[in-house]
T-cell receptor
Framework: KAGVTQTPRYLIKTRGQQVTLSCSPI?????VSWYQQTPGQGLQFLFE???????NKGNFPGRFSGRQFSNSRSEMNVSTLELGDSALYLC?????????????FGEGSRLTVL | SQQGEEDPQALSIQEGENATMNCSYK?????LQWYRQNSGRGLVHLIL?????REKHSGRLRVTLDTSKKSSSLLITASRAADTASYFC????????????FGGGTRLMVKP
């Protein structure tokens, strides 16, 4: 069974631009979560989607948004990029939206904002 | 904000030695999980311990949980150079919906 796939793996943007990151969960997994990882703040929860509905959102500004499609694939978007948005963005999936069970992570999308 | 704080932040040992990492958290939890991350890669799930469990084993891994002290430890026995990675604890809190809250991680280096 294929793992969680994130694209693109690396990207460079400039301040003020916007970016869209994509995540394909493991087949059969309906819950997709996004995390931001930076050296200073560590791993921080962005949001979780289950059956196309956002179930939970972390403490990030409205410039960070996401969505989930009917095939469970998810995208996240960051608008008006700032230097501090440079980070590794990790997507994780699990089979259902309950509050137990392991997360399966992708390799991440490394965003550099210049 | 981070729920868990891990100790130590960095640990360097020789191959064959045991490595112990500790995690403290703040709120009541449903379960606590440990993940491993090789440099710049995704996280890999290692083990999950539920709030009503005190100890769990998986291969060379041993995890303990003390809910009265809100702390957990991960022991890796007979470490190998391939165990070099960052290790994170993550809590699934009672009132946190479906999110995991990660600690700051312990960077483990195992020297051959």
């Amino acid at each position: 069974k294929a793992g969680v796939t994130q694209t693109p793996r690396y990207l460079i943007k400039t301040r003020g631009q916007q970016v869209t990151l994509s995540c394909s969960p493991i087949s059969g997994h309906r819950s997709v979560s996004w995390y931001q990882q930076t050296p200073g703040q560590g791993l921080q929860f962005l949001f979780e989607y289950f059956s196309e509905t956002q179930r939970n959102k972390g403490n990030f500004p409205g410039r960070f948004s996401g969505r989930q499609f009917s095939n469970s694939r998810s995208e996240m978007n960051v608008s008006t990029l700032e230097l501090g948005d440079s980070a590794l963005y990790l997507c994780a999936s699990r089979m259902q939206g309950g509050n137990t069970g392991e997360l399966f992570f992708g390799e991440g999308s490394r965003l550099t904002v210049l | 904000s981070q729920q868990g704080e891990e100790d130590p932040q960095a640990l360097s040992i020789q191959e064959g030695e045991n490595a112990t990492m500790n995690c403290s958290y703040k709120t009541s939890i449903n379960n606590l999980q440990w993940y491993r991350q090789n440099s710049g890669r995704g996280l890999v799930h290692l083990i999950l311990i539920r709030s009503n469990e005190r100890e769990k084993h998986s291969g060379r891994l041993r995890v303990t949980l003390d809910t009265s002290k809100k702390s957990s430890s991960l022991l890796i026995t007979a470490s190998r150079a391939a165990d070099t990675a960052s290790y994170f604890c993550a809590t699934d809190a009672n009132n946190a919906g479906n999110m995991l809250t990660f600690g700051g991680g312990t960077r483990l280096m195992v020297k051959p």
